[in-house]
């Protein structure tokens, strides 16, 4: 049975919003299938970004002229709406370069704070490194030990491990929304209310959720929730960390300078209101503006639409796939326990090859560890190639996509011929 696409869901002109859609690579059109690493901009944001730097270009919070108002009131309303789109109030919200630094401004602010000798930190083996190097960084300086939860044969978190480990009392427990392997989607609440019933607190890596589903940081609890703007059609270098209000009021600063403080005297300094005490020196404005404008986008596309539209891009992947017995899929086989996109391999060449051959075709695909190397030696292998999925995709390119597999197979030979 073939997958098809909801009829309401006009794909066609939202592909229209995206100039670099229009692109050839090697004379064929781009099938953009590498949307786990960053996505395509609209021509609103791209427009947005023009429009701040023509019209009302200054710094923000200091001025008393008119740009220099408008700059911060730009700035301030694109904080507004990216907290409301996660269900946070705007006070809970730092802008942040990506989820990168969201995670080490936990690890360094909260971490370095409040974990002690001996403290048990709980991640899982499907973390992505920006989930993992902090907090080895972090159990460097404090003596607090790392502990994994591992993921069944199937790409699903091992719930029961996770259980005894949290029966060790945890301090923290950082665990990614959905993996950016996998593509599984990790139960995050019902893992928030485990963790917090030991008095564990949660910080959730949402750097593959929210572009992708409905996130409402309120209803799962968590304490902390990072994600990055350049994987749901913002810019690079403007991301986000929604904390808890009085967590952030109770954290020390992670970085000092300009901005964050009250007042300033020869031996001490006091803080500015959060989350402005989190935002040290002249902040990324122009992009945050244009964030606060890619979330527009999305909602204005609906997010329950978006993530329909992707499950039906993965279904029809999944199904294509399956039926090849050279290649190998890993997460979970079900596309309702997914986010939108399939890692996989061919069982005899090198992902790198299978990008490679391809890119020959104008299909961008990742292939490599995907900064997940506790994954790879899980799956014991060194890469995976992964085609990723986002709202302008269509199913004719991941039908594309799989034709193209078969110039993989007249370059390296069939899987077990000769
Ligand atoms: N976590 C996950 C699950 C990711 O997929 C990524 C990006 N690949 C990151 C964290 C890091 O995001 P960034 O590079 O934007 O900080």
Known sequence: MSVQIAATYDVQTIRADFPILKRRVDGNPLVYLDNAATSQKPRQVIDALVQYYEQSNANVHRGLHTLAEEATEAYETARAKVAHFIGAEPESLVFTRNTTEAINLVAYAWG???????????????????????????????????????????????????????????????????????????????????????????????????????????????????????????????????????????????????????????????????????????PNIADAVAFGVAVDYLQRVGMEAIQQHEQSLTEEALRLLEAEEDIVIYGPRDARKRCGLVSFNFKHVHPHDVAQILDKRGIAIRAGHHCCQIIMRRLDVTATARASFYLYNTLEEVRAFWKALDDVRKVFGKYGGR
């Open 112 to 282: 370095l704070a409040n974990l002690r000798e001996g403290d048990l930190i709980v991640l899982s083996e499907m973390e992505h490194h920006s989930n993992i190097v902090p907090w080895q960084l972090v159990a460097q300086r404090t003596g607090a030990k790392l502990h994994y939860v591992p993921f069944t044969s199937e790409g699903e978190l091992d719930m029961e491990a996770l259980e005894s480990l949290l029966r060790q009392e945890p301090k923290l427990v950082a665990i990614t929304h959905v993996s950016n392997v996998l593509g599984t989607v990790n139960p995050v609440q019902e893992i928030t209310r485990k963790a917090h019933a030991v008095g564990a607190k949660v910080l959730v890596d949402g750097a593959q959720a929210v572009p992708h589903k409905l996130v409402n940081v309120t209803q799962i609890d968590c304490d902390f929730y990072a994600f990055s703007g350049h994987k749901m059609l913002a810019p690079t270098g403007i991301g986000a960390l929604y904390a808890r209000q009085e967590l952030l009021e109770q954290m020390p600063p992670f970085m000092g300078g300009g901005s964050m403080i009250r007042k300033v005297t020869h031996e001490f300094s006091t803080w500015a209101d959060v989350p402005t005490k989190f935002e040290a020196g002249t």
